[in-house]
């Protein structure tokens, strides 16, 4: 069982470069998630999505995009990279009870650099 | 606007000392509950969560966590931590039936040997 899958686990981009990252999970949990992790700010909540064909915007939704077109796949689209948006991106996913998220289970996340 | 507030970033503790990580919110109405841990070089994973019940959860690994709702906090608590309990520690709150769920900024904790 492979949990969440996060690809690449490293990057560096040039700004004004555009890119995917890649978050894939075999549970079937119907929500999914993308967080930013910075020093001193904990993780901030980009995008989230309860099921295939729904997202909505988190904490830090500018400059990022989502889809969710199967349960299994949520890609965070970075439209053009901007220094700011050097952080360690984590993807989550959890079951729903009742309609909220009852334990979120991690990727290992993406160390991204912009230059 | 919504927050978790963490007022210790770095707590360092000698093994066998207690311990009691501060966790408030400023969300209104009915809330869930979380504390995350990150061992280093780990995956973060769930510590403990409350959603409504006891204010008084446990969770693995000896923590536990209470829920006072008129000083909306939800602070965790170890009466004896050991040195494999450094780690960062993430507090996390969302509204009852909401999926937005927003992390304090994290304690680091380091236990001595």
């Known amino acids: 069982n492979a949990g969440v899958t996060q690809t690449p686990k490293f990057q560096v981009l040039k700004t004004g470069q555009s890119m995917t990252l890649q978050c894939a999970q075999d549970m079937n949990h119907e929500y999914m998630s993308w967080y930013r992790q910075d020093p001193g700010m904990g993780l901030r909540l980009i995008h989230y999505s309860v099921g295939a064909g729904i997202t909505d915007q988190g904490e830090v939704p500018n400059g990022y995009n989502v889809s969710r077109s199967t349960t299994e796949d949520f890609p965070l689209r970075l439209l053009s990279a901007a220094p700011s948006q050097t952080s360690v991106y984590f993807c989550?996913?959890?079951?729903?009870?009742?309609?909220?998220?009852?334990?979120?289970?991690f990727g290992s996340g993406t160390q991204l650099s912009v230059l | 606007a919504q927050s978790v507030s963490q007022h210790n970033h770095h707590v360092i503790l000698s093994e066998a000392a207690s311990l009691e990580l501060g966790c408030n919110y400023s969300?209104?109405?009915?809330?869930?509950l979380f504390w995350y841990v990150q061992y280093p070089g780990q995956h973060l994973q769930l510590l403990l969560k409350y959603f409504s019940g006891d204010p008084l959860v446990k969770g693995i690994k000896g923590f536990e966590a209470e829920f006072i709702k008129s000083k909306f906090s939800f602070n965790l608590r170890k009466p004896s931590v050991q040195w494999s309990d450094t780690a960062e520690y993430f507090c996390?709150?969302?509204?009852?039936?909401?999926?937005?769920?927003?992390f304090g900024a994290g304690t680091r904790l380091t236990v001595k040997p």
């Open positions: 969300y209104g109405g009915t809330v869930n």
């Open positions: 989550a996913s959890s079951p729903l009870s009742q309609g909220t998220n009852e334990k979120l289970f």
């Open positions: 996390a709150v969302s509204l009852y039936n909401n999926n937005d769920m927003r």
